[in-house]
């Protein structure tokens, strides 16, 4: 067993130097959380949600539902094989023709990609995009053409998966749409380029009469597109709403719904205010600076996708349903840079459950009994960092300090390209004894 080392478990460290060291990292999370909360916006330290939440996921998991990715994605019938590659973002390239938009979601959060000022407004040279892909990436086999709206660029669409159909072979293509501007004749184009895959995005708060007309363009692409999905952001207060949403969809005999899981995208505060909305608490098991822009998760969006799991399993549908957690959408960036980037492991583990680099450390006092067990053993391969006061070495090693009542500090880690050179950096500690410690924990 590992145990998360936050506010209330912190005094389960007696090593003062351990202590100290660990408290680092929380006090990081302190000012991260008080500089978010500058927006006007709070996080919810509600216990009950929590412990709420828990109970849903052990229901589900006696119901013998799929957990996957370290339990970040969870899922019922059917999961879209994009969806699979996604967790190590590799073979998998998302792009778009520009980020306009004629929709305005108050959620939306692609104020905050890097290009948004150059294309929000204007189309990228997709085609120029496409072959420095075929010529640089290696085994790509899902292909994904999002936005803002691609279907405002209709023709520009078509032959976007009309090019991948003739220079790149047997890849998986997808298309992100609000399902406004799809006609048939549209259809029946994407068809003929073979696309794959259409995901509706579908939003609640839209009358009646565009929810009805959205869910006639997911029945027009039934007959047309081999796989269709429905993928949304599951709002705290819409159960009712969604199971509504669910049957109609059930009745269109819809691939998959992708429940993601809401979040607040540092802007558009006086919405979620509004709305009562608040963050969940802590917003990360490791808190790092992630590529993907969505934000921060809103409380509640995760118990809500989970009852709807159980839900659409207590009811017995067909439909394929997936919850796709915040933390899921981080994991393929953990992945590529633990992987991709050449770095030096020495005494450092890579996990197959979070991709993070690990590594065990006792601190103080306890450095010495830890050479003395490791001597007696002829252990050697360790390392001792006398600025902070520690000794390092693979978690493996752990079992060799049984019978001591020596405490132990599990290292998450990341490499990053700095000033071209590869560097390590130490992300969170968590607290373990040699007694209740097993690899298949980390």
Not at 82 to 108: D, P, Q
Not at 322 to 330: F, G, I, T, V
Not at 377 to 399: A, C, S, T
Not at 400 to 411: C, D, Q, R
Request: aromatic share 12%.
């Amino acid at each position: 067993m590992v145990i998360d080392i936050n506010e209330k478990t912190i005094n389960l460290v007696k090593n003062p130097v351990f202590k100290e060291y660990a408290s680092f990292y929380l006090d990081i999370l302190k000012n991260f959380i008080e500089q978010v909360e500058q927006y006007g916006i709070s996080f919810d330290k509600n216990e009950e949600i929590s412990i709420e939440t828990k109970k849903v996921l052990n229901r589900l998991k006696q119901k013998q539902i799929i957990f996957r990715n370290d339990d970040k994605s969870i899922y019922n019938n059917f999961i879209s094989p994009a969806c699979e590659a996604c967790a190590k973002g590799i073979g998998s390239v998302t792009t778009y023709i520009s980020l306009m938009c004629h929709r305005n979601c108050y959620y939306c959060f692609n104020a905050n990609q890097e290009e948004y000022e150059s294309f929000h407004n204007s189309k990228r040279d997709w085609k120029s995009q496409l072959k420095h892909i075929i010529k640089t990436e290696k085994n790509i086999n899902y292909m994904a053409l999002s936005g803002g709206e691609p279907l405002l660029h209709k023709q520009d669409t078509v032959e976007y998966f009309n090019y991948i159909k003739n220079y790149m072979k047997n890849v998986h293509t997808r298309l992100y749409t609000s399902g406004d501007l799809l006609d048939e004749k549209l259809a029946k184009k994407l068809c003929e380029a073979e696309l794959r895959e259409i995901r509706f995005s579908i939003k609640l708060e839209d009358g009646l009469e565009l929810h009805n007309t959205v869910l006639k363009k997911i029945a027009l692409a039934r007959q047309y597109i081999p796989e269709v999905f429905v993928e949304m952001p599951v709002i705290p207060g819409t159960f009712e709403e969604m199971k509504q949403l669910i049957f109609d969809l059930e009745k269109l005999n819809v691939d998959g719904i992708n429940l993601l899981e809401f979040c607040f995208p540092y802007n558009n505060r006086d919405e979620y205010v509004k709305r009562g909305f608040k963050l969940k608490y802590p917003p990360f098991k490791v808190l790092y600076n992630y590529w993907y822009s969505g934000g921060l998760a809103v409380s509640e969006s995760e118990l809500l996708s989970l009852k709807l799991l159980e839900f659409i399993l207590d009811n017995n549908l067909k439909i394929g349903a997936h919850y796709c957690s915040l933390e899921n959408k981080h994991t393929g960036q953990i992945y590529r840079q633990n992987t991709i980037y050449k770095a030096s492991l020495k005494n450092t583990i890579f996990s197959n459950r979070d991709y993070y680099l690990k590594t065990a450390k006792v601190f103080g006092k306890d450095i010495s009994e830890v050479i003395s067990a490791f001597s007696k053993n002829g252990i050697e391969d360790y390392e001792e960092n006398k600025e902070y006061g520690f000794i390092q070495f693979e978690p493996e090693k752990i079992k060799y300090l049984k019978g001591t009542e020596i405490e132990v500090a599990i290292s998450y880690n990341i490499t990053e390209k700095r000033d071209n050179m590869t560097c390590l950096r130490e992300l969170k500690v968590d607290y373990t004894t040699p007694e209740m410690f097993s690899l298949k924990d980390i």
